[in-house]
């Protein structure tokens, strides 16, 4: 890359230092501010990663001082909109924390911000570019699409992620439990591989943290894609001790499974070289770094943004589906 991009980040919580080693790593970016309603976290973060990044704890203040090129949110659901419509109006590329948005009225305002502004929107489903999808999809592709799919998600959230948080656990703040949060990727890849949902069969319950959240904590359905394929799903987040993403495709010719980030193809393990040294936490996988460099080269090539909020509003769609379902066909 030859362009210097000044770049910013609000939001120095869990997944932020995926961020911030992709951005030391792709190079030719200077991380100008950090920002984070409790500094502290800011300050540990520019610490880690070696920055010279200026500390907010306003980020409207921190993006009419900066004039950034590209802001980073990696903030809680319910703010995503919010801060993306302000970077936006100021003319500044925003990469998005996964989910977009928790609402089709969000949804809605950060298209129409989108088509108003001379930035635009990168959306984080960075589980798109990790080698082992990136090979399955190689190979549903020379077979001429898929036949079948599902997936399954069994993980283990407990008392404390909720509690601790200050927003995980409320339709205000988080907009969902496992579907929006976890599955959430799982959901744009049946997507991806199955074409745009055009109607969804599900149930929703909370099994295991009754007393301490309000929204889901486990979800199966029946989705009706487009070209009329059928994919189904289960996913929670009561698995005591578990962390297993699991998808199957089925093709023309074979059996592709994805099992955490291993792929196997007619049950056979296939090297795609997923590295074990993870930025984060396991379970965000590979991803950041191709998906942000991606990011970068679009926006210095003026091309389009490798996960477009168009490509990724489906997955919001499907799960705002899912919670109204109960059980129903309900129109995606
Ligand atoms: N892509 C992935 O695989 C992946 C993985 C983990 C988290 N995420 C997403 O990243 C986002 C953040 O998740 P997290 O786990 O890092 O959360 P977190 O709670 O650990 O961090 C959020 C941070 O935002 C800060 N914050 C809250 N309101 C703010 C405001 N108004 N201004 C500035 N800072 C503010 C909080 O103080 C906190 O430090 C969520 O959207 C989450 O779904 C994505």
């Not at 997944?15 to 190079?27: F, K, T």
């Not at 929107?121 to 090979?135: K, L, Y």
């Not at 008392?159 to 205000?172: I, L, V």
């Not at 996913?235 to 074979?254: V, Y």
Request: glycine share 8%.
């Amino acid at each position: 890359m030859s362009r210097n991009f000044r770049v910013t980040l609000i939001g120095c919580g869990s997944v932020s230092g995926n961020h911030l080693r992709a951005l030391n790593n792709i190079g030719n970016n200077t991380v100008v501010a950090l920002c984070d309603l409790k500094p502290e976290r800011a300050e540990a973060m520019r610490e880690k990663y070696g920055l010279n990044s200026k500390i907010y704890t306003d980020y409207i203040e921190m993006l009419d001082t900066e004039k950034p090129d590209a802001v980073h949110i990696c903030t809680p659901h319910y703010l995503h909109c919010e801060m993306t419509l302000e970077a936006l109006k100021r003319g500044i590329y925003v990469f998005l924390e996964k989910p977009m948005c928790i609402n089709i009225e969000q949804m809605e305002a950060m298209l129409e911000a989108e088509r108003n502004s001379t930035a635009s929107v990168n959306v984080c489903f960075q589980n798109r570019f990790t080698p082992s999808i990136v090979r399955a999809r190689e190979i549903v592709e020379a077979d001429g699409g898929i036949t079948s799919a599902f997936g399954s998600l069994f993980w283990e959230r407990d008392e404390k992620y909720y509690t601790e948080s200050g927003w995980r656990g409320s339709y205000a703040t988080e907009g969902g439990g496992v579907m929006i949060n976890q599955a959430i990727h799982m959901m744009d890849l049946l997507i991806q591989f199955g074409g745009k949902p055009i109607s969804l069969r599900a149930n929703i319950d909370n099994y295991h943290l009754r007393d301490v959240i309000e929204v889901e904590d486990c979800c199966s359905g029946y989705i009706t894609h487009e070209s009329g394929l059928h994919t189904t799903f289960y996913a929670t987040t009561s698995a005591k001790g578990l962390w297993c993403t699991d998808i199957q495709f089925k093709t023309a010719n074979h059996i592709l499974e994805v099992n955490n980030y291993n792929l196997y193809v007619d049950k056979e393990f296939v090297d795609t070289d997923e590295s074990s040294d993870y930025a984060g936490k396991a379970c965000y996988g590979n991803g950041h770094e191709p998906l942000i460099d991606k990011f970068y080269k679009a926006i210095e090539n003026g091309t389009e943004m490798p996960v477009t909020m168009e490509s990724a509003k489906w997955a919001v769609r499907l799960l705002l589906a899912a919670y109204k379902s109960h059980g129903q066909d309900t129109e995606i």
